[in-house]
């Protein structure tokens, strides 16, 4: 029986670790989905230079895939030294013909001769270029890319390299001096990531180097002097992640440089190291967001801080501002102070702010709730408990999706009641407890009284109608997706024949970890009608069996164990 060695598949590194298939392991009448072209095809072109060569050694079919893709190879992975490997791919007669357009590398040294020659005779039409922890001579690098050596590079990715060469300067975005008029004119996306290096890439330094740039990701930007030259902007950038250098708070200098940089384009803003307090930094936060308030759609306010939560409530906040554009805002605990200054954002559709304290929301709420409006669909909350939920339920009759954390709330049941109660369009709701305390019970999603379901015990369906003390999972009609993470360990069949079977929309069910048994799963299998994903993830109770039978009654269902 033949057997064939696949080198390279699934290594994270990229080497030739090997792992062997056997024929045989191969059920009768089923194919091996890596002999199928199509899919080999995907497969292939994932790997780096070398496993891709060792390839052609498992059969011909593989053989003649991998000749023909390194025939047309446009896209390049390489590690370490797999230059020479390439080097002889795109150098050689047999392969004149490529133009290389993506070249991805890890742990190279750049300034290596022949990797220089390989971007200058074959690197013409290069479009995408990701130097990751490479040994980079800055002198070399800069002249093939800014004297036209690369005149379509539009993104470009530069991840914690060793610069060599630099001369004293703090970034490879800065010209020496006589080329003071060499830019990346071409290049539209940037991302930077300096962590651990000695270098460091001033917005400014970006600004006069990539005078086209649209899409900038910066995850250790050093705090920026301020530059009083006008001339210098990224007035054509549309997307900015930015994260302070060495994990420290984002100070007032941030804002300000961004205000001078005239981001008129912006649509998507990413900040990090976001804390809130202190007057100056708040003034400034404010000032540079409503100079970007009539163009962006997507606002997120990270914090990566632990925060003080007596400080939180007396600092300053940002808002509100009049954003007539914004769509999706998600901001950190202590930014606001009231939900009114959504008011002030008459477009806004997802609004996310996961607070870890439940008091937190219980002082934001009673300050005041938005008007009843129609467009927020979506809410993440984080932590609450069910009295503001029920105040913020009435400000958004229309919401379709609801994400909430519940690790400190004690009532389960009266949280999960509030949510049958208040919001009836509801169509995704997710609600998962790290904790794993697992609080929710039968009379939460059933709401039927513990009297009443110690009574039901005994019954094998739904005969008759039992009484309901209280709203429950059958209220909401639209819902199609039920995620219960962590918390439904305590629910039985009766969650199911009393509740959740009655639910006529639901597509995706997680009962993970729950204590439903084989007769809720013949339940589901004759009930919902439009299920499609099932999890059943430690599900004890459930036997093989029951799990066989329901897909050979419902085989379009996929069941997640």
Not at 146 to 158: K, R, V
């Amino acid at each position: 029986m033949k057997r064939a060695r696949i080198l390279g598949v699934g290594d994270k590194n990229g080497t030739a670790a090997a792992e062997v298939m056997d024929i045989r392991e191969i059920e009768p009448g089923s194919m091996n989905p890596l002999m199928v072209p199509s899919i080999l095809e995907l497969v292939l072109l994932s790997l780096p230079l070398q496993p891709l060569k060792d390839c052609k050694a498992v059969c011909s079919l593989w053989h003649q895939e991998v000749d023909r893709i390194m025939k047309r190879l446009k896209t390049i992975k390489m590690i370490k030294d797999d230059y020479l490997e390439v080097d002889k791919v795109l150098g050689g007669a047999k392969y004149s013909s490529n133009i290389l357009s993506q070249l991805h590398c890890k742990e190279c040294c750049t300034s290596n001769d022949k990797f220089e020659k390989l971007l200058i005779f074959k690197g013409t039409f290069l479009n995408q270029l990701t130097l990751e922890r490479c040994h980079l001579n800055v002198n070399s690098f800069m002249y093939m890319v800014l004297t036209d050596g690369f005149p379509y590079l539009s993104i470009l990715t530069l991840r914690q390299n060793e610069y060599v060469d630099i001369k004293g300067r703090k970034t490879i975005f800065i010209p020496k001096d006589g080329e003071e008029e060499l830019k990346f004119k071409s290049l539209k996306v940037l991302e930077i990531d300096e962590r651990g290096t000695e270098t460091q890439t001033s917005l400014h330094a970006i600004a006069e180097m990539c005078p086209s740039l649209q899409k900038l990701t910066h995850s250790n930007c050093p705090i920026p002097a301020r530059n009083r030259n006008s001339s210098v902007n990224l007035s054509c950038l549309n997307f900015l992640q930015l994260a302070p250098i060495d994990g420290r708070k984002m100070e007032f200098q941030y804002f300000d440089t961004l205000v001078d940089l005239k981001l008129k384009r912006l649509k998507t803003l990413f900040l990090y190291g976001m804390t809130p307090g202190g007057k100056k930094r708040t003034n400034s936060l404010h000032k540079f967001l409503k100079s970007v308030s009539s163009s962006v759609v997507s606002l997120h306010l990270g914090q990566k801080i632990l925060y003080n939560p007596e400080y939180q409530s007396n600092a300053p906040s940002p808002f509100p501002i009049s954003m007539n554009n914004l769509k999706r805002i998600s901001i950190g605990p202590g930014f606001i102070h009231s939900l009114k200054f959504l008011d002030k954002l008459p477009c806004v559709t997802s609004f996310t702010c996961t607070r870890q304290d439940s008091k937190d929301w219980e002082t934001i709420v009673n300050k005041g709730v938005p008007k009843s409006t129609t467009i927020v669909g979506s809410l993440d909350l984080g932590t609450i408990t069910a009295g503001p939920l029920l105040k913020i339920a009435g400000a958004f009759p229309s919401l379709c999706r609801l994400e909430l954390n519940v690790s400190r709330i004690q009532n389960h049941d009266e949280l999960f009641r509030t949510i049958c109660g208040g919001f009836s369009q509801l169509q995704i709701l997710n609600i998962y407890d790290i904790s794993n305390q697992n609080i929710l019970t039968d009379t939460g999603v059933t709401g039927i009284a513990s009297l009443e379901l110690e009574a039901l015990k005994n019954s094998t369906g739904t005969k008759g109608k039992p009484k309901r003390e209280f709203s429950y999972i059958g209220d909401l009609k639209c819902l199609i997706d039920l995620r219960l993470q962590y918390i439904c360990g305590n629910l039985t069949d009766l969650s199911v024949f009393y509740g959740i079977q009655e639910l006529p929309s639901i597509f995706a069910l997680d009962l993970s970890k729950s204590l439903v048994s084989d007769s809720a799963l013949t339940v589901l299998s004759s009930s919902a009608t439009n299920l499609s994903v099932l999890y059943l993830r430690d599900c004890k109770n459930i036997t093989s069996k029951a799990i066989k039978q329901f897909i050979a009654k419902r085989p379009n269902v996929q069941v997640r164990l």
